[in-house]
């Protein structure tokens, strides 16, 4: 579990630490003196610069350098010398290099020190003649950074060639820390641009989109980053008192967690990873050390977090990099014991709150529903639980945005633009205009949507497409009269499972789904047996170790070889169902032979809740998703067995084309509208009409507005989509004449184009 090299917490870095020296104590005293000073210069009224050139000229004095400079992050590529002790004051404001240019910017991108007794000779080495500094031959630079965050870049310099001792790099790394501190306080404001405090400029993230949809509201964090307001401590012994105790529960809280029952493998290896590092000498002595050295407890844990984060930014190896992620944890719980903040910090959530966060459970998600505006998560997946109950409840969600947690406080202005994966913090009045224009926009054409709301999708051509709409989740019914779909054509029951933290009782599913039956005031709902498996593992379900789980051991492969599962949710929606009409299909089916014996379990099921005596449905379909291509030639029996059948347009495209529909790389790179799969989805309704089976289609396609065109255009009647789709789809649709679409995708199949899209969308240009 341990890992080995040169990022492990035990692992003696090569600084020696003061009591080895030689001189532990002098030192260590000298450097409280310092951290004290410099204390007492930040929290001075005097003014920004003239406090900077305070701090540099005491540690200049204080590490008996020539030079002492500080450099800041002006935007997030470019340092700017800020103030100086030793070189030219005129460079003050003045140079600048870009990340990762010359030894500064090497150890502003790194995050590690740079030492080096020879600095020309340095690789990258790169000369500023308005400093003057070439008379300055050794070189130390320590980042100014916090938590991961990266500040500034901290220099000293002197003439004598020598190297810094292991000593002065750690005592110069201590007073960065304390520097990036008080930074966050906002002390280190020089009122310039550039020097503005942070958490104060503009930024723009670009991450990936996990729900359309548009978003302006303020920052609410999921996890409150921990304050902390005394970097300096003036009495060491209590400090180090204040951390042994805090580890000593910590180690006990992790221990206690480890005890508890029903833990997986991977949770019991997380948690073992945790105990290792809670138990860890080395990371406790790193912290003792930065006590000694004048830095409170709560400066000295985060001082270690900011290293494993600089680490865990050139780390390439995924298992040490989630081993440093869990010493990160392990630091903010420890700062959370510490500073005694828990979650709830008093902040008060802003009445448009945008939620941040590093990832977030569904059942968390759920919990702060739809008063959300918006979800920004630094991690997360397209095809993750919170996305789903993202989409479940009609939030704009921006997945991948890197930095948000570090970067967002509560309350920033923010807004969300789940269209394009995009996020603006506190942003600038230009762009935020802008934004409120596209939200507009989208409003108005929401309204006239909502006119469309009661009339049918009738296109010009005289053919009616009956829209339906999916769902998963009781927050998705409301929909079911807003959108004006006329029922639900895909119910992923797996979806209620998927949130829970156990397998729901046969008689709770039974309340859940009549539920569902009640608000759909009778029209349909197609409920799809459970689909797991895959990607969608369920949290108290041992994960099977597939080597590739999509096209593995799921949704109905699972539930024909277990059944226990399957009968108990058929007997539920059976029983739900009581008197009125019951639609069921069967997910994942590949063979005709699938879907008679998942039908005969329903068979069975429904004649023993005869038996027993219970009401049963008035009417049932039992219907098939095809998802895999090799049902499209299934024999005609299939066809005339099944009551209805809906293409999983998803899966039955990833498995058409090969393309995996959760690799960002690939997903989007064959067309719906390539005449290959346009083809087979002719094949597909050609066998189900000379059969007499009723198509729907129920993939993200069908909630397209021009893909939604292109299959209603070669014979799909029924399509199920997003809620929020079917606006945009009716009225489209409702201006087309589907003959003449059909006619257009002909006349680009014919002349051999790669897709039908761009004719298409010309043809539906032209439109009137
Ligand atoms: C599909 O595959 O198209 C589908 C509707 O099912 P899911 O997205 O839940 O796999
Ligand atoms: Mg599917």
């Known amino acids: 579990m341990m890992p080995s090299g040169s990022n492990g917490p035990e692992e003696a870095r090569p600084i020696r630490r003061g009591r ?29 610069q003239a406090r900077l050139d305070r701090i540099v000229a005491l540690i200049a004095e204080s590490m008996r350098t020539e030079v002492c400079s500080l450099y800041l992050f002006r935007d997030p590529e470019t340092l700017e010398l800020v103030a100086t002790r030793g070189l030219r004051g005129e460079a003050v404001g003045k140079t600048r290099m870009r990340l990762g ?15 080096t007794g020879n600095a020309p000779a340095e690789k990258g080495f790169r000369y500023m003649p308005e400093t003057g500094e070439e008379i300055y031959s050794s070189f130390l630079g320590v980042p100014v950074q916090r938590v991961g965050e990266k500040l500034g870049v901290l220099v000293v310099q002197s003439k004598e060639a020598r190297q810094f001792s292991d000593d002065e790099v ?22 310039g641009e550039g020097l503005r405090a942070l958490h104060t400029r503009p930024m723009m993230i670009r991450g990936g989109s996990g729900q359309e949809g548009t978003a302006e509201g303020h920052v609410w ?40 029952e029903a833990l997986d493998k991977d949770q019991r290896a997380v ?30 844990v985060e001082k270690e977090q900011s290293a494993a984060r600089a680490r865990l930014e050139q780390v390439p190896d995924a298992y040490l990099r989630d081993r440093l992620h869990d010493l990160d944890d392990l630091s903010n719980r420890l700062l959370r014991i510490l500073t005694g903040q828990g979650q709830d910090t008093g902040a008060e959530m802003p009445p448009d709150p945008v939620l941040v966060a590093r990832n977030i459970g569904p059942a968390e998600l759920l919990d702060y529903g739809r008063r959300l505006r918006g979800v920004v998560l630094e991690e997360g997946s397209v095809g993750s639980h919170a996305a789903i109950v993202a989409r479940a409840l009609a939030i ?52 006239r949507y909502a006119v469309l709301r ?17 769902a998963g989740l009781m927050a998705d019914l409301p929909s079911l009269e807003g959108s004006g779909a006329e029922g639900v054509g895909l119910f992923r029951t797996e979806l209620q499972f998927l949130i829970r ?132 030639y299934a024999p005609r029996a299939f066809f005339e067995a099944t009551d209805f059948i809906s293409i999983g347009g998803n899966d039955l495209k990833q498995f058409f084309f090969a393309a995996d529909r959760e690799n960002e790389r690939v997903r989007r790179r064959y067309d719906t509208l390539d005449p290959a799969f346009l083809a087979f989805i002719r094949h597909i309704v050609d066998r189900c009409g000379e059969a007499g089976t009723p198509l729907s289609f129920c993939g993200e396609d069908a909630g397209r507005p021009i893909e939604a065109v292109a299959l209603a255009a070669i014979g799909l009647r029924t399509l199920s989509m997003r809620p929020a789709s079917i606006g945009p789809v009716k009225a489209l649709l409702r201006r087309v004449n589907l003959d003449e679409a059909r006619e257009v995708i002909d006349a680009a199949v014919a002349q051999g184009e790669p897709t039908a899209r761009d004719a298409l969308t010309r043809y539906l240009a032209a439109l009137p």
Request: one cysteine or more.
């Open 501 to 632: 933290a156990n397998v729901p009782r046969r008689d709770e599913l039974v309340r859940l789904y009549a539920r569902v039956m009640d608000a759909a005031k009778g029209r349909r709902v197609a409920f799809r047996t459970l689909d797991i498996g895959s990607d969608k593992v369920l949290p108290y379900m041992k994960p099977q170790d597939e080597p590739n789980p999509a096209m593995g051991w799921r949704a109905i492969r699972l539930g024909l070889e277990r059944p226990g599962m399957l009968q108990m949710q058929l007997q539920a929606l059976i029983r739900a169902a009581a008197g009125r009409t019951l639609t069921v299909m069967f997910p994942f089916v590949a063979r005709m032979d699938e879907f008679m014996a998942a039908r005969d379990h329903f068979d069975r099921v429904l004649a023993r809740e005869r038996a027993f005596g219970h009401d049963v449905p008035s009417r049932v379909e039992v219907g098939a998703m095809l998802e895999t291509p090799s049902l499209a």
């Open 221 to 260: 964090l999921h996890e409150p980053r921990v304050v902390i307001t005394n970097p300096v401590a003036d009495d060491p012994e209590r400090e180090l008192d204040r951390i042994r105790n805090a580890v000593a529960q910590l180690r006990v809280s992790v221990d206690d967690l480890l005890g508890a």
């Open 396 to 447: 704009p969600l921006v997945i991948h945005a890197d930095r948000i947690t570090s970067e967002a406080l509560n309350g920033d202005h923010i807004l969300v633009d789940g269209d394009q994966g995009i996020v603006h913090l506190r942003p600038d009045e230009t762009v935020a205009a802008a934004f409120r224009d596209k939200i507009a926009m989208q409003t108005e054409a929401q309204k």
């Open 20 to 48: 080895q020296d030689g001189m532990p104590d002098r030192r260590e005293s000298d450097s409280r003196k310092l951290l004290r000073r410099l204390r007492d210069t930040l929290a001075s009224k005097a003014e920004g």
């Open 454 to 470: 009661a009339l049918p999708a009738q296109a010009t051509c005289g053919t009616t497409v009956s829209l339906h709409m999916n």
């Open 101 to 115: 240019e010359g030894l500064v910017g090497r150890t502003a991108r790194t995050g590690q020190p740079v030492n």
């Open 170 to 191: 750690y005592g110069l790394e201590v007073v960065a820390m304390v520097l990036a501190e008080m930074s966050e306080l906002g002390s280190m404001t020089a009122g």
């Open 271 to 300: 948690l073992e990873a945790y105990r290792m590092f809670a138990n860890s000498r080395g990371w406790l002595k790193r912290m003792e050390d930065d006590i000694l050295r004048g830095l409170s407890a709560e400066a000295a």
